[in-house]
């Protein structure tokens, strides 16, 4: 259906990528992966058309048809929501009854409604919605038109748990292609039939998921490292012998010989393995440990004007529990958060911290844990108190561990990407060691080493834990107990994310 081949792409003297050469099929399901900054999404812009590449050539397969869903979208405009899920389309008839789709309109209403639309939400204006909710239209769209190839940048990033299984179950039903940049390895396992890393310059592929991927580079790697120590310890041996030996009248054919061995060796070199990039490695340090109870809600009402969220809310959270918030978009999961957190103004009802406890709260938009008229290192240093003089060097040891390096910790917050917020939010959660962690949507805009050094982190990490996520693959390494939030009510699961599945069906 897709054909790429060898396709270069730079951008002035930086070569983003060179021979790129890929084959897609109208049944291919790929994973698209590679580091912050190696060419995914312009990747997607060669084969939508909207970049030339320097030098190759891709071609479409006549007839064939894509759709593609960015990271963001443009703001919306008067039309409704339904208008943008049908593409415009038109859905009542005319004098040409024939070019009226009857099914279309009822097939977009369930995508609306499995991506967690209301009811009457899509007769309402999309821009009465939020930048999310209308990024969950415009995949709609993409579903109601079943294009023969999906390129999909990111497209979980929007969803919440609920909205996400839903429609990973309808990707797995979709009758076309799919190429997908996700940092969700759970969703890559359940999807992924072949797996695409862009790395170096260099577009490589793996047969199965995103974990047969893992094992499969892996070995790769170690056998490209034993082919160059083998081929790196004959090209030294020849290269003494010639060392030794090159001047010598008796031996100097043998040395010439070996010459032309070391040519021959260089001509088929194997490359030298590429070093790891670096990646974010950090612990929360000891924090002080609470009281038995970490913190109690009793009669807890909370609303915004006049929508009620919670009456007479009742929560008592215990030391060293590790809860996952689960529920519709909407139901108030994150709102939950705000009054632990003691952000929000209760209209009645009491919140009390338990004994000795330090909170921690990181935000599901990052710049309300950041200063951004401050610069990444000032937004650390502005956490000194007197109780922790926070030295420059100390300072700039947290922000390493982040991977904020020399001149990066003078950056100003206003120009850092969404990935960097989210590692300097955790680099500020170092500085005030807490004991009671309230996290919304901490993987968001991180990539999978770095979500797989957060959870490394927080099953290490020995205070309380509540949080909000719609990655499966943390929940399931994290959490320990499921609160289920919907309607005001809570519901609680003791024990792991699959015992709620089970008990919850």
């Given amino acids: 259906m897709l054909t790429l081949a060898d396709v270069a792409k730079s951008y002035g003297t930086r070569e983003l990528f060179a021979e790129v050469s890929l084959f897609i099929a109208r049944t291919d399901r790929l994973g698209l992966v590679g580091p912050n900054g190696a060419g995914k999404t312009t990747l997607f812009n060669l084969i ?3 970049e030339k590449p320097d030098t190759g050539t891709i071609e ?11 990271q963001e979208s443009a703001p919306a405009g008067n039309e409704t929501i339904l208008h943008l899920a049908t593409g415009g389309r038109r859905l009542e008839p005319t004098d040409d009854d024939h070019e009226v789709d009857y099914s279309f309109e009822p097939r977009a209403r369930k995508i609306l409604a499995g991506l967690g639309f209301k009811e009457g939400d899509a007769d309402r204006p999309a821009s009465t919605f939020s930048g999310g909710w209308v990024m969950r239209a415009h995949l709609a769209r993409l579903l109601v038109a079943e294009p023969a190839l999906l390129l999909l940048d990111e497209p979980t990033n929007h969803l919440d748990l609920e909205a996400l299984l839903w429609f990973q179950g309808h990707l797995q039903r979709y009758p076309g292609g799919l190429v997908v940049i996700s940092h969700d390895r759970a969703f890559l396992n359940e999807l992924c039939t072949g797996m695409l890393e862009l790395r170096a310059g260099r577009l490589h592929y793996y047969h199965g998921n995103y974990d047969d991927f893992v094992r499969e580079k892996e070995a790769r790697q170690d056998q ?20 030794r030996f090159g001047a010598k009248a008796t ?18 070199a194997v490359e030298e393995p590429q070093e790891e ?29 006049d929508l009620v969220v919670y009456r007479d809310l009742h929560l008592t959270l215990e030391r060293g529990q590790r809860i996952v918030l689960v529920g519709p978009n909407g139901a108030g999961k994150s709102t939950l958060l705000k009054i632990l957190a003691g952000l929000v103004p209760l ?6 911290p338990g004994t000795n406890v330090t909170l921690g709260y990181f ?9 951004s008229a401050l610069t990444v290192f000032e937004n650390v240093m502005e956490l000194r108190t007197a109780a922790n003089q926070l030295t420059e060097q100390q300072a700039r040891a947290i922000l390493g561990a982040f991977l904020f390096r020399k001149d990066d910790v003078f950056k100003p917050v206003g120009v850092l990407s969404g990935g960097e917020k989210s590692r300097l939010a955790l680099a500020r959660l170092l500085v005030h060691p807490p004991n009671l962690l309230l996290m919304d949507e901490p993987t968001t805009h991180l990539d999978i080493p770095s979500i797989d050094a957060l959870i490394g982190a927080l099953q290490a990490f020995e205070g309380t834990l509540v949080f909000i996520s719609h990655d499966v693959y943390f929940i399931r390494k994290i959490a320990r107990q499921v609160l289920h939030v919907h309607r005001g009510r809570l519901t609680p699961y003791a024990g792991d994310y ?4 089970e008990k919850s069906k």
């Avoid at 031996?251 to 088929?268: G, N, P, T």
């Fill in 224 to 243: 490209q490292a034993a082919l160059y120590k083998n081929q790196q310890r004959e090209i030294a041996h020849l290269q003494r012998f010639v060392d």
């Fill in 277 to 305: 990039l670096k990646r974010i490695r950090f612990r929360f340090p000891q924090p002080p440990r609470s009281g038995l109870k970490a913190i109690e809600l009793e009669g807890v009402e909370q609303a915004y004007g």
């Fill in 363 to 371: 935000a599901q938009h990052r710049l309300e844990n950041l200063n």
């Fill in 498 to 501: 699959d015992y709620y599945l």
């Fill in 251 to 268: 031996l100097a054919s043998r040395a010439k010989s070996k010459e032309k061995q070391i040519e021959r060796l260089l001509e088929v």
């Fill in 60 to 70: 479409w397969e006549r007839g064939a048809s894509f759709g593609f869903l960015p």
């Fill in 347 to 352: 209209r009645a009802g009491r919140r009390e």
């Fill in 48 to 50: 939508l058309g909207e």
